[in-house]
């Protein structure tokens, strides 16, 4: 298991698992990293065209979308209020396209069986990687104004429990040493979201502390169950580290400054979402905003990210 220090996204830059490009990317998550029609293009899909990579997206527009939907329980705002598969419900998809997939293709469907067969062989030298992109309706909800820091500890560990048990289920049926790439949860306070739906009504600072601290909770426990996973290799990688320095960055990086403060951190569609609105945040000098809408980047923003992961993975 290799993770970032605080000079790093990953450790070490080049990590030897992914030294050479994998044949396919699948990939499971949050809105974040689901292609949709209100932005068609997001860092998954950028990765994969760049790379010419076979890629499978199961994520989900819904920015609610969780590991664990029992655990999480009801959003408390309307940001985040949208009913998504959560993580088992993705996985099973794929395994369920991943029987088809090859029986199509005429595979033995035990893979732990048939290793030694040709048409195995052949399969499992099909390079894949997994990546999870998972926390951002977990840290939202667990620092409501009614957070409590024992319950939310708890739904962080439930989450995590969930998370290691479908890549157990995936290192089952994987023909190879499975590698995935889980993504660390951005900061929700960061976001124009938490600025209208939050700030106005923490005056003492107990959601924002909440909101930091179950974020470094939830990597904290991540780290360590990573670390003692023997079924592959896990590689995190701190979106967080990412977004923050392109907020503290701003201009120097060519993010446009918000329209009432010297930051990038407004966004360009602001409650329209129409044809002619939604263009002009595409492309253009609207393109620059880092902030898509209050809870999701930048397309401008989508391939920068998609660039620091190619970047520091090959």
């Not at 499971?28 to 994969?48: D, K, M, T, Y």
């Not at 898509?292 to 520091?312: F, G, H, N, T």
């Amino acid at each position: 298991m290799y993770v970032l220090p605080s000079t790093s996204h990953f450790y070490p830059n080049k990590h030897p698992a992914t030294g050479t490009l994998p044949k396919r990317l699948i990939v499971f998550g949050n809105a974040w990293s689901n292609p949709s029609s209100r932005q068609p293009q997001v860092w998954s899909n950028i990765l994969c065209n760049k790379l010419s990579l076979d890629c499978t997206n199961f994520s989900t527009g819904g920015n609610s979308t969780t590991i664990n939907d029992k655990e999480v329980g009801v959003i408390d705002s309307l940001l985040f209020n949208s009913t998504s598969p959560d993580l088992r419900s993705q996985v099973s998809s794929f395994l369920a396209a991943e029987k088809a997939r090859n029986a199509a293709l005429n595979l033995p469907t035990d893979f732990q069986q048939n290793l030694k067969s040709r048409a195995m062989k052949s399969y499992a030298q099909q390079k894949g990687l997994f990546i999870f992109n998972f926390g951002l309706s977990e840290m939202w909800q667990m620092s409501g104004p009614d957070s409590d820091r024992k319950k939310a500890e708890a739904s962080v560990k439930a989450a995590i429990d969930m998370l290691f048990e479908e890549l157990e289920a995936l290192a089952v049926i994987w023909p190879e040493v499975l590698q995935a790439i889980v993504m660390l949860p951005v900061d929700v306070s960061l976001l124009p979201a938490w600025k209208r739906e939050r700030q106005p009504f923490d005056k003492d600072g107990h959601m924002q502390r909440m909101a930091f601290e179950m974020m470094r909770y939830w990597n904290k426990e991540l780290e360590f169950r990573a670390a003692k996973w023997p079924r592959g290799e896990v590689l995190l990688w701190d979106v967080n580290q990412w977004f923050a320095e392109e907020v503290m960055r701003g201009e120097e990086v060519g993010w446009k400054k918000g329209w009432r403060e010297m930051n990038p951190l407004e966004a360009c569609l602001k409650g329209g979402e129409g044809e002619e609105e939604m263009q002009k945040c595409s492309t253009g000098s609207d393109g620059e905003w880092l902030m898509w809408d209050d809870v999701l980047i930048s397309p401008r923003a989508q391939r920068k990210m998609a660039d620091r992961l190619i970047e520091a993975l090959w």
